[in-house]
């Protein structure tokens, strides 16, 4: 088992240095730093960027924008898709309106988000309407494989209802929910940085973005994705951290 | 005290499983039902505690009896231990008087020795063997507040060894606790080993073609004595 995740890690580790060398070797085919600068350019210019007075400034607001987005999905997915696996009628109420989040265009969504909403929340509308339908679903497919022989159990012991709900399915959906916020962060981090770079909110990752690329500053423009990329990354391991603390028991 | 069930009928999809179908359980025994597969035996289990409703006939002495319930397979809840499957059941008001965390998790602690699981008391069911897992739901079964215990195969697909443990442990637990017990099975020896009575049924539409009533103590019972041997030969004769 350890010397597994060893060469995985060892495998991930070449892997990584492999698309170094793809891009190194781009990068001098090139031959120009406004086309695609080099990786220890970019390195240098990702430096200067975490220097910056308005670092901290932009990725906060970023984050911010993010957590306001997820922490409204999560309520309302968690909840209604607990009230939908419980209810079918909600179910069904439901059915056509995530169906609908899911298969509209983000990029129609910001759209009219455009219209409808202040260049600062934007990105959070973009945020929620990204992140709830994946949680809903996930939280509503665990309420599907649900062991209904362990309801049963717990009905026959005279359980009430709370304890049920407490004790019995919010345990048993929990590997979904976080499967769920999983990947709704993972998208919705993405959708979040598209919404900024059409809000053009005050600061924000995407505003940023987006004027590096107006102005040709190919190597800022990497830098803030690799930084994208590392809060992502960042948020997608405290949620697996997490689930290891929760999910004991498998 | 005894429990009556009169004239129970019942059908499922226009297949007749009890018709006229007549039982008497006598309180503080274990009555162990045999009868061939597909008769009812899990359905009249379903009648008893109320899972299922027959379609005419009356249940009598039944009524405001609380019952346990101990399944074909566990049902242990995966992401509590032990000790919290065991609380699980146990209730957290008593007398109008709150139970404490601690007198749930010492009286939990006292069902987890009794099945000899002290060491595991925080293990996870998935840590567990099935037999194990099976010992958990036998000490969840007497640690509920009920008047009857129903068992429903309980012990199927568990190997002989494990089975006599098994039996071991539940009569242990049994003769510190004489709930009224209603044992589904379909080994013999099962019903010889722990049954105050057996109840043979026949084919559905069910009627019992057998009642065995067994005396003596529970531990001293011997399997292979002529008088035992000669009820099974019975039985089998029978099924």
């Keep these: 088992m350890r010397n597994s995740s060893k060469k995985n890690t060892l495998t991930g580790f070449i892997s990584v240095l492999v698309m170094l060398a793809i891009w190194k070797v781009l990068s001098l085919y090139f031959k120009s730093g406004f086309i695609l600068p080099s990786p220890e350019d970019t390195l240098i210019s990702t430096v200067k960027v975490i220097c910056t007075a308005e670092f901290l400034k932009i990725i906060g607001a970023t984050i911010l924008r993010g957590l306001i987005g997820f922490v409204i999905a999560a309520i309302l997915g968690v909840g209604l898709g607990i009230l939908a696996g419980m209810h079918d009628s909600l179910a069904a109420w439901m059915k056509p309106i995530v169906v609908t989040f899911r298969a509209t265009p983000v990029v129609a969504i910001i759209l009219l ?124 391991a405290i949620i697996r951290w997490e689930e290891r603390r929760i999910v004991t028991w498998k | 005290m005894s429990l009556n069930l009169k004239n129970i009928c019942k059908s499922f999809n226009g297949k007749q499983i009890y018709d006229n179908f007549c039982m008497d359980i006598t309180e503080g025994t274990i009555s162990c039902i045999l009868g061939p597969s597909g008769c009812g035996k899990t359905t009249l289990l379903n009648i008893i505690c109320g899972i299922i409703a027959p379609d005419s006939g009356t249940l009598e002495g039944f009524a405001n009896k609380k019952f346990s319930y101990i399944f074909q397979e566990p049902r242990l809840l995966p992401w509590k231990s032990v000790r919290e ?111 105050s009575d057996i109840y043979l049924l026949s084919k559905a539409p069910a009627q019992i073609t057998m009642h065995q009533k067994i005396t003596g103590p529970i531990q001293e019972r011997n399997i292979e004595s002529s008088e035992v041997a000669a009820i099974k030969k019975q039985i089998q004769n029978l099924l």
Excluded: C
């Design chain 1, 113 to 236: 988000a455009l219209i409808w909403f202040t260049p600062n929340t934007v990105p959070v509308f973009i945020a929620f309407l990204t992140m709830f339908p994946l949680i809903y679903i996930n939280v509503t497919d665990g309420f599907n494989s649900m062991d209904a022989s362990l309801v049963e159990m717990a009905k026959f012991y005279g359980a009430s209802g709370k304890k049920i709900v407490t004790e019995v399915y919010i345990p048993s959906i929990i590997p979904f929910i976080i499967s769920g916020i999983s990947s709704a962060t993972g998208i919705g981090w993405r959708a979040i940085i598209v919404g900024e770079v059409l809000a053009q909110p005050t600061y924000g990752i995407g505003t940023v973005m987006q004027s590096a690329q107006t102005f040709l500053n190919v190597d800022i423009l990497i830098a803030w994705t690799l930084i994208a990329v590392l809060l992502s990354s960042g948020f997608e």
């Design chain 2, 85 to 195: 499957n065991i609380e699980f059941v146990l209730d957290s008001v008593n007398n109008g008087e709150k139970v404490s965390a601690r007198q749930r998790k010492k009286e939990a602690d006292k069902l987890i020795k009794r099945v000899e699981l002290e060491e595991f008391a925080n293990y996870y069911p998935s840590q567990l063997s099935g037999g194990m897992k099976q010992r958990v739901s036998i000490a969840r079964a007497f640690a509920a507040t009920s008047d009857i215990i129903l068992m429903d195969e309980p012990l199927n697909g568990l190997d002989i060894n494990l089975k006599h443990g098994m039996l071991k442990w539940f009569s242990q637990l049994w003769q510190q606790d004489k709930r009224t017990v209603i044992f589904v099975t379909h080994d013999i020896d099962d019903a010889l080993i722990l049954g």
